[in-house]
């Protein structure tokens, strides 16, 4: 693995203008950024990157299978107790699950290690399947990347192929809060994703959704929701007005009820006692849990509920060396061993690790010069060299 400068395209903007990808350049800084590439050989993609994302695949399954009857666990989330059987129905019925994110470090000479799982809502979806591909045909064409070049990227076809699997009659509705840009904009890339698979689409916001007098989900014209994917955190869901009528309703969700139990850090501790000193898992404990001093002086504390990398605090010698701000830091926390510092130019890249259904798809690589991938951490595009 390697990071190499480049020049940039110099009509990028332009391309990311017509294509849609409105923050790539959120007012007037950097979030794409194509100066600088992330190599890597086939065997780093196939044997580290992608064997590691198949075996934590399977260890979310071996969890979940246990946890959806785990008090302990399902009370740790604030989960009602009314919701219980919902969600264990939910994953005996096998309900489907569209795509997740796991995030990685690696590059500091030993195996990948897993940050997080982002089960649920994962962003910086469109920069990896598409935006990303058309910069490695466009630089092969410039000659400034070797003819044979490739990318771990098969996130658009398999996209298109799990929605044809999931394909129902009637419209299939997608949903977020749409003020927010990338995520209104990622919605609207699954949505031409779906109409490509042949399934008719409604784009929704969440504040659109309400309940009839039958106790049926509908939209703002009161039609019936029977199936919608939400680009919208289950725990909030839940805290909604209509979170008590959930399990009630025939509604399909995707991501489906049983990925609640993935989509928290409370899962890393969960992980680490399953698979202990697994080379792709990071030590890791509930903050309560008095094993948690073995990790001693140095580690990381994350919120169970936590993006963008707020109210992430990490420690090294007893002394907080970084915590972003946020609204987590009232949440209940878990602790994690420190990652290997992975650091190429200044940067510190993190390595999203995409899945659809159950398949790895591709990555995505955002850097930072912080301690913490934040917000504001650019996206950097990568390629198969070797």
């Not at 997740?100 to 000479?109: L, M, T």
């Not at 466009?138 to 076809?157: M, T, V, W």
């Not at 009161?222 to 309703?249: C, D, M, S, V």
């Not at 697994?278 to 008095?290: G, T, W």
Request: negative net charge; glycine residues 8%; aromatic residues 12%.
């Amino acid at each position: 693995m390697q990071r190499i400068a480049m020049a940039e395209r110099p009509n990028w903007r332009d391309l990311a203008a017509e294509f849609g990808f409105d923050y790539a350049h959120p007012d007037g800084q950097r979030y794409w950024d194509e100066r600088a590439a992330y190599t890597f050989t086939l065997r780093e993609i196939e044997d580290d990157l992608e064997a590691a994302t198949s075996e934590m695949v399977g260890l979310c399954g071996e969890f979940v299978g246990k946890a959806i009857r785990d008090e302990a666990y399902l009370k740790r989330l604030n989960i009602p107790e009314t919701h219980w059987e919902w969600i264990a129905e939910s994953w005996d019925r096998s309900d489907p699950s569209l795509y997740g994110r796991f995030d990685f470090v690696y590059g500091a000479g030993g195996p990948a290690k897993l940050l997080e799982f982002n089960a649920d809502t994962p962003t910086a979806l469109y920069e990896a399947a598409v935006f990303q591909w058309y910069w490695l045909e466009d630089r092969i064409k410039a000659g400034a990347l070797p003819e044979g070049a490739d990318q771990f990227n098969s996130l658009h076809d398999k996209l298109i192929a799990r929605f044809t699997a999931m394909k129902r009659q009637g419209t299939m509705y997608l949903t977020a809060f749409s003020a927010e840009t990338e995520d209104r904009k990622t919605v609207e890339y699954l949505a031409e994703l779906a109409q490509e698979a042949g399934q008719p689409v409604e784009l929704l916001d969440i504040s659109d959704i309400g309940l009839d007098g039958n106790g049926r989900f509908v939209d703002e014209k009161n039609r019936t929701i029977h199936a919608i994917f939400k680009l919208y955190p289950w725990e909030w869901l839940l805290a909604e007005q209509f979170g008590a009528a959930l399990p009630k309703a025939s509604t399909i969700w995707i991501e489906p009820p049983w990925k609640m139990l993935l989509s928290t850090k409370a899962l890393m501790p969960e992980l680490w006692k399953l698979a202990p000193n697994h080379p792709n898992l990071l030590e890791s404990y509930y903050e309560d849990d008095p094993a948690a001093r073995n990790l001693g002086k140095d580690y990381v504390a994350k919120p169970i509920f936590s993006r963008e990398g707020a109210n992430v605090e990490i420690r090294k010698g007893g002394v907080t060396v970084a915590a972003p701000e946020g609204p987590y830091d009232t949440l209940p926390r878990i602790v994690q061993a420190l990652a290997p510092d992975a650091v190429f130019d200044g940067m510190r890249p993190v390595i999203g690790s995409w899945i659809v259904d159950t398949e790895p798809a591709g990555i995505g690589i955002r850097e930072d010069k912080g301690l913490v991938t934040g917000n504001r951490s650019c996206f950097v595009p990568h390629a198969i060299v070797g």
